[in-house]
């Protein structure tokens, strides 16, 4: 019996890894400064997180990705493109599971990376006022944490409709600041790409173009995992998200 669970859920993984593999060769904006691209498997994480956990989730994200680049996919870090996908369906899972404390304490973990780090830009000033790098990270958060604890109480105001979208926005926002990580490390310290003058400069770009571009991929990552949440009877989620 358990051999036969094991080997279904292994199956599972492979199609969410597969469809994982298809939709990464769907572009939807160039990464920059890079000659690879975001795509909609971005769309599609956060949702196999929701679905399969967080374990089995960024599992399947991790084979999904290098699925992709054996399918054509460029490559942008250097191998290390399943992070930022891996972390998103590791947030989505977790958050799934009602664990509010290990979603905020990944978010924070990395919120503070990312600071710490001197290739960051950890301010960009818009018309001489200092914003935050990661204001809309910091917001997907402060988000999250109200919705997932009044989820839990069962209060009305937080449906499950409200729990996902604001599981897919931290989760996307997650996904982001881990590849900004990526992008100072593999640039900067592995590639020696840029110097540290030019990662600053490539800050002040990608600080204008994050925000619409994580707004394309929440809204439609929520869209999408509505209306799976919706088609697919509960006790197969629960039991997919089981193993």
Not at 29 to 38: A, T, V, Y
Not at 117 to 139: A, C, K, N, Q, R
Not at 166 to 176: E, K, P
Request: glycine share 10%.
């Amino acid at each position: 019996m358990h051999s036969r669970i094991g080997t279904r859920r292994l199956a599972t993984i492979a199609v969410f890894a597969a469809i994982y593999a298809v939709l990464s060769l769907i572009p939807v904006s160039r990464l920059i400064g890079n000659l690879s691209f975001l795509t909609m498997a971005e769309v599609f994480s956060p949702l196999v997180g929701m679905v399969l956990g967080p374990f089995e989730g960024g599992l399947a994200v991790f084979v999904g990705t290098f699925a992709g680049i054996a399918l054509g996919h460029p490559v942008g870090f250097d191998g290390l493109d399943f992070v930022p996908g891996v972390v998103a369906a590791v947030t989505a899972g977790f958050a799934m599971r009602g664990q509010v404390k290990a979603v905020a304490g990944l978010s924070l973990v990395m919120y503070a990376w990312y600071m710490l780090d001197p290739l960051s830009s950890v301010f960009v000033s818009v018309d001489g006022v200092p914003v935050p790098f990661l204001w809309m990270h910091m917001l997907s958060l402060l988000v999250f944490v109200p919705v997932a604890l009044l989820h839990k109480r069962g209060t009305g105001f937080a449906t499950e409709a409200v729990m996902i979208a604001a599981t897919v926005f931290l989760s996307t926002m997650n996904a982001h600041v881990a590849g900004a990580i990526m992008t100072e490390n593999v640039y900067v310290r592995i590639n020696q790409a840029y110097t540290a003058s030019g990662m600053m400069h490539l800050w002040g770009i990608i600080f204008y173009a994050y925000p619409p571009e994580r707004v394309f991929f929440t809204v439609v990552g929520s869209i999408l995992a509505l209306g799976v949440f919706r088609a697919v009877p509960p006790d197969t989620v629960r039991s997919l998200r089981r193993g």
